[in-house]
């Protein structure tokens, strides 16, 4: 099993931006973390980020092809990008949301999310143990069938 990992504008930056909210945690941790996840129950990963919202896009294009699950924090974009969640609702297999922070304790422009529209669950608020977990729902999500939409 092959699991996209992709992260948005400002996760390059985690450990040295705002450690109060996003805690002291680098994304290259949370992409060891992850690795080694994946790997102790017989998944990959493809760990990826960008500051762009197109090649997240072009991501979740590839996805279709080459993942059978795609976990996403796509950082702010998750409360501007219908891009994003149009190019998410044309996939076939499990997506995870994953947030560092809990969203919906922080402004109210960040408690909307289009990723939800598309996603089969989401984790946020729980930093970056959210992101093992999201593995291990992926994982689960995809040995049961059920797509980005739950289906």
């Given at each position: 099993m092959r699991i996209f990992i992709l992260n948005g504008p400002n996760l390059n930056l985690l450990g040295e931006r705002e450690p109060a909210v996003y805690g002291h945690t680098t994304l290259a941790d949370i992409e060891h973390a992850c690795r080694q996840r994946a790997e102790a129950l017989g998944a990959s990963t493809d760990f990826r980020q960008s500051n762009a919202e197109g090649d997240?896009?072009?991501w979740i294009h590839q996805a279709r092809r080459d993942a059978d699950a795609l976990?996403?924090?796509?950082g702010a974009y998750t409360h501007t990008s219908i891009a994003i969640m149009d190019a998410l609702l044309a996939l076939t297999i499990?997506?995870?949301?994953?947030?560092?922070s809990n969203i919906?304790?922080?402004e109210s422009f960040r408690h909307?999310?289009?990723i939800s529209q598309a996603a089969t669950g989401m984790i946020c608020g729980l930093g970056a143990k959210g992101y093992e977990l999201a593995i291990e729902a992926a994982v689960s999500a995809h040995g049961t069938g059920h797509s980005s939409r739950g289906r």
């Open positions: 997240l896009i072009d976990i996403i924090n796509a499990p997506v995870i949301e994953v947030h560092l919906f304790r922080r909307h999310s289009y």
